[in-house]
């Protein structure tokens, strides 16, 4: 049976979507049937497609009361949406269906995990949460909550954790066939911890240990965790709030965290050894994991940022996008990322430009570059576009003296532009939206720290028509941003204040 509130999604989501035109959208991002999204959900692989789902309010591009909405696809890249999956409807999650994971059970049946958010009232208009986890089975489109929910009750917090701070159930299924569930709640510190939990059919919980501690080091509650092998380290993906920055490293607010180390499976125990951002540019949180069939570790992240969504237009009839789902490495005790692979299928038109010099111009080193002087860089025929796949490698012609500043700048015109630049000798990679069309305050700039690499600086920019991912040098570091620039300012102009050899290759991705 379908609540009233799930038939209503369902309703509205049919009902208004046909409002919203194809480019009114991203290409390959996924974003909300209609209104708003957030992190995304039960990442997985079922019945031969992968599945998505995500914090959804369809009622208008604010968050609200949180309901899971659903897309599937065969390559992470062409989306198809079905109808919401969840939508608070019960007494444990009136107030919310937050976020979650997914798991295929013995029987062939899905299992979704989420925190089911309860508000009550008392005299003198007291709130009281409660954040419980809970559970809903299905067949890939039809979800039935689980007549035993809450399944993880507040009755089983360790002494000192917060009820109103449990949440983002990640559940994964170990080798001997019994289930695991990390949980983030707050401690008594104040900051934030994992719990872990342990079942032998998924359904009847019990606390096993506390897995992981913040102990105040990297923000306050950490959300949504994530934890996998690979290549040999244990990785531990949470998303800290209350961030400060430390160097480059971390920035303000919400931020990314990965914890690579050593996990003892008797135990159970992890040791850290050492952290770093996931993502260094500005709109990028909640990630989530999957390892697909073929051995990838796969993630995923909510494309925007707490502290940026005032960046949206009120009306807008959707809010929030997913990145570009990414191949995980770690070498030598790095994480790197890559732009999932199923994404070459899609390249069209390539245009090579090989060891091309780029003219100096000593101008464009001075602090402030006037907008209208972007498209005085040097402009390359066949090098356009808002859904691209390009490559750039930067170094210096042999024997001249190295510049101090190169830039890209995208999705540009006389107007507008997004800008990416490099400074070597500071060994800062900028990225800058503040031209890109936004009459809102919010943070448009970030920098993040890369050496050069063999006398060379490396990016692959993916741009989709309201986004831009830019790895770099390899994967070893990754900025993102959104950007809602009209779609008509589609020029790519390079510039330096001193000669430079570039290596540009460009595919425009059709689908
Ligand atoms: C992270 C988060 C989660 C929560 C969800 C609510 O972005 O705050 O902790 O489950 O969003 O929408």
Known sequence: MISTALQEARDTEEMREKSISEEQRPLFHLSPRVGWMNDPNGFSFYQGQYHLFYQYYPYNSYWGPMHWGHAVSPDFLRWTYLPAALAPDEKYDKAGVFSGSAVELPDGRQLLVYTGVAETYEEKGKKTVRQTQCLAVGDGLDYVKYEGNPVISSEMIPEGGSLEDFRDPKIRKIEDGTYRMLVANRPADGSGQLLLYRSNDAFHWEFHKVFAQNFNRFGKMWECPDFFELDGKSVLLVSPQDMLPEGFEYHNGNGTLCLIGDYDPCAETFTEETNQAVDYGIDFYAMQTILSPDGRRIMIGWMQNWDTIGVREPRDPWFGQMSLPRELRIIDGKLYQYPIRELEKYRRNKVEYSQALLKGNRALDTV????????????????????????????????????????????????????????????????????????????HQRRAQVQMQDGQIRFRIILDRYSMEVFINGGSKVMTATIGTELSSDGIFFACDRDAVISVTKYELVM
């Open 368 to 443: 402030f570059v006037k907008p209208e002087t972007v498209t005085d860089g040097l402009a390359l025929p066949g090098i356009s576009g808002r859904c691209l796949d390009m490559e750039v490698v930067v170094s210096c012609p042999e024997g001249a003296k190295l510049f101090n500043k190169f830039t890209i700048s995208l999705a540009a015109d006389k107007e507008f532009h997004t800008k990416i630049s490099y400074r070597p000798y500071e060994s800062i990679v900028k990225i800058d939206r503040k031209f890109a069309g936004s009459r809102r305050a919010v943070i």
